[in-house]
T-cell receptor
Framework: GENVEQHPSTLSVQEGDSAVIKCTYS??????FPWYKQELGKRPQLIID?????GEKKDQRIAVTLNKTAKHFSLHITETQPEDSAVYFC?????????????FGTGTRLTIIP | GAVVSQHPSRVICKSGTSVKIECRSL??????MFWYRQFPKQSLMLMAT?????????EQGVEKDKFLINHASLTLSTLTVTSAHPEDSSFYIC?????????????FGAGTRLSVL
């Protein structure tokens, strides 16, 4: 099955600086890679996603890059703000027939220092 | 985006009782729903895939007799934790894929925090 690794587990960044979170996946058949933000006790919220036919996607201060050959993808947050503090999860979605499911990374606790 | 409703948000029960958690897709139909378990400061671990009209698919190590899943309609899946014990205390979250935007996007319920005394 799919295995997703995520680094770092914790990340502290000065407000205004950039944050980068990296993930690798094992199943070359995975074709969809969402990123979720989860605040304490709340549901995961989709913040950005990328599909395997695209190398990069950007939405305001958030961008995601995908390297299919190396099987890794990264989340980039620029001009960080205190409200960016949360736990971020990457995930990989396999589209194997009858086995479509998300496999999550272990999470990164991002703290923005004012 | 699509809305997934999950109830209850919090439940406290005595050891040995059963607890039912509901997951509803409010504005779309979901032939498949997913149930996750999340321990404090850890990731979401997939427990099972709920399939409308057929048996759920459980992940390795998840006791199907312990965690009963019923997907009776295209908008409702339930997870019943039977004979709950303190070690079952956790945060349970469901999700459902929506194709409203033309692409498969998973939407999550708000989660249920189960505390077994």
């Amino acid at each position: 099955g799919e295995n997703v690794e995520q680094h770092p587990s914790t990340l502290s960044v000065q407000e205004g600086d950039s944050a980068v979170i990296k993930c690798t996946y094992s199943d070359s058949a995975s074709n969809y890679f969402p990123w979720y933000k989860q605040e304490l006790g709340k549901r995961p919220q989709l913040i950005i996603d990328i599909r395997s036919n695209v190398g990069e996607k950007k939405d305001q201060r958030i961008a995601v890059t995908l390297n299919k050959t190396a099987k890794h993808f990264s989340l980039h947050i620029t001009e960080t703000q205190p409200e960016d503090s949360a736990v971020y999860f990457c995930a990989a979605y396999g589209s194997n027939f009858g086995n479509e499911k998300l496999t999550f990374g272990t999470g990164t606790r991002l703290t923005i220092i004012p | 985006g699509a809305v997934v409703s999950q109830h209850p948000s919090r439940v406290i029960c005595k050891s040995g009782t059963s607890v039912k958690i509901e997951c509803r897709s409010l504005d779309f139909q979901a032939t498949t729903m997913f149930w996750y378990r999340q321990f404090p400061k850890q990731s979401l671990m997939l427990m099972a895939t709920s399939n409308e009209g057929s048996k759920a698919t459980y992940e390795q190590g998840v006791e199907k007799d312990k965690f009963l899943i019923n997907h009776a309609s295209l908008t409702l899946s339930t997870l019943t934790v039977t004979s709950a014990h303190p070690e079952d205390s956790s945060f349970y979250i469901c999700s459902a894929p929506s194709y409203l935007a033309g692409e498969n996007i998973q939407y999550f319920g708000a989660g249920t925090r189960l505390s077994v005394l």
